[in-house]
């Protein structure tokens, strides 16, 4: 689930704090996270948004399933626009 740096901006333009920004040295795959979604998912997971597949991992390179980008609207539609 891509959650890119537009998106962030449309949050920033709706008035929502984007500065948030959580460690992703926590997460053992975090080496996996591509450099372009980096801040982003920083950002979604300090907020909230995301959480991770497990405790430990982000799975950055998988894919999401519909229930996963249902939650991830829903909790952005709630939480910042």
Do not use: F
């Amino acid at each position: 689930m891509l959650l890119s740096h537009e998106k962030i901006r449309k949050a920033a333009y709706k008035k929502a704090d984007t500065s948030a920004q959580a460690n992703l040295g926590d997460y053992t795959d975090e080496s996996t996270i591509s450099s372009w979604a980096r801040e982003a998912l920083s950002w979604a997971v300090a907020s909230g948004l995301m959480k991770g597949v497990t405790e430990t991992t982000l799975d950055p390179q998988g894919n999401a399933t519909r229930a996963q980008a249902a939650v991830l609207m829903q909790r952005l539609c709630r939480e910042v626009l």
